[in-house]
């Protein structure tokens, strides 16, 4: 069997393996609050090649690994098995900034206020033909009698 047929050949372009791992560093960043600019003076690159990691269109090199688990608090199992990750987390990945904003807000509003938050965006987000929401009160205290 010729070196470039095996399983362990190097590959120049990001596989799928890769695009699971940009998941990962890109939620972990947004998660630490950090800008790519930020991630990539850690890492000694520029912003665009953060970007690239994120993408999947870029391999991130072996030597950034330490860099990642240091700087945005990754497990080494986080980069290197980032299905068994994603599959033991009970809450779902931040995609974005806004998201991340939206929960570290919402964990400062009391409990009446975050009741009426939940209701509205359950309102807002609700399909035409969706019932309605449950109280939004009880959602919130699950010691509290139905």
């Not at 269109?57 to 986080?78: C, D, E, H, M």
């Not at 779902?92 to 939206?102: G, I, Q, T, Y």
């Amino acid at each position: 069997m010729a070196l470039s047929q095996t399983p362990f050949a190097p590959r120049r372009k990001a596989g799928d393996f890769d695009h699971r791992i940009a998941a990962v560093i890109r939620e972990a960043r947004l998660a630490a609050g950090l800008t790519q600019a930020d991630l990539g003076q850690l890492l000694g690159v520029t912003f665009q090649q953060v970007q690239k990691y994120e993408k999947g269109t870029n391999r991130v090199p072996a030597s950034a690994y330490p860099v990642l688990i240091g700087a945005l608090g990754l497990s080494p199992q986080a980069l290197l098995d980032p299905d068994a990750t994603a599959q033991s987390q009970d809450v779902p990945p931040f995609r974005n900034r806004a998201s991340l904003e939206l929960v570290r807000l919402f964990e400062t509003l009391t409990p009446d206020r975050r009741a009426l938050v939940l209701s509205l965006t359950r309102a807002l987000s609700r399909e035409p033909d969706a019932p309605p929401a449950s109280d939004p009160a009880a959602d919130l205290n699950p010691e509290a009698p139905a």
